[in-house]
């Protein structure tokens, strides 16, 4: 077969393209409802990492947090997806939800980590600053901290969910037929891997690098931001 009749087979007989489109729609469906859900977790995860006694101890919601972040950030992102899928939620035929409830899981943890970070980037005399106008700890990291602390971790932020697309090309574990799978499904049917593998590659890196180029225009405007 000739490359043009191998990109037709893989792209154009049948509206195959079509796939590779519903193909995408899962992936970034996936990542964004992963994504939103492991800011959430990883938001809260940071502030109980973070959170002490009076006289400077860790707190019990410190140890469960560390112990979470160290469990997550220590196992293979697809042995948690399996776990998902054939433990904690075995009743559930909702591929789309187990998968974003796992990557979700699974970027609370590294978010954690980039949100703790941010925080403590922070100078110190915010929270004394905050404590001498008598807000409590707690709402000195709400209205004083936290908004700093955000702005220093949206590119780091932007780069995880970079990172979330990619890891979705594994949900086909779960019988979902995102980007990947799809790939190879219209391989197995054409029996040749070359194209629809390629194929399927480019788009990512369409993707990806769509991306990347926004997250870049981002930290432009916020460096521009600063010099103000």
Request: glycine share 8%.
């Amino acid at each position: 077969m000739t490359i043009s009749e191998r990109f037709a087979a893989a792209f154009i007989t049948g509206e195959r393209w079509k796939l590779y489109i519903s193909g995408l729609g899962i992936t970034l469906e996936i990542a964004l409802f992963a994504g939103i859900l492991g800011i959430i977790i990883g938001t809260v995860a940071a502030l109980m990492k973070l959170s002490t006694t009076e006289d400077g101890k860790p707190t019990i919601l410190n140890y469960i947090a560390s112990v979470y972040v160290d469990v997550i950030r220590g196992t293979p992102s697809v042995l948690q997806l399996l776990i998902m899928w054939f433990i904690v939620m075995a009743s559930s035929n909702n591929g789309i939800l187990v998968a974003s409830l796992s990557f979700g899981i699974n970027s609370g943890a590294y978010v954690s980590e980039i949100v703790r970070g941010g925080i403590l980037a922070v100078d110190k005399g915010q929270m004394e600053a905050g404590r001498s106008l008598g807000l409590s700890k707690a709402k000195t990291m709400r209205y004083i901290v936290l908004p700093q602390a955000m702005k220093n971790v949206i590119p780091p932020l932007g780069n995880e969910f970079i990172t979330l697309v990619k890891e979705t090309a594994i949900v086909g574990y779960v019988s979902l037929s995102d980007l990947t799978r799809v790939a190879n499904q219209i391989a197995s049917r054409t029996y040749d891997a070359f194209m629809p593998l390629i194929g399927a590659a480019v788009i990512y890196f369409i993707v990806i690098k769509i991306l990347t180029i926004l997250l870049g225009k981002l930290e432009r405007r916020m460096r521009r931001s600063d010099l103000r």
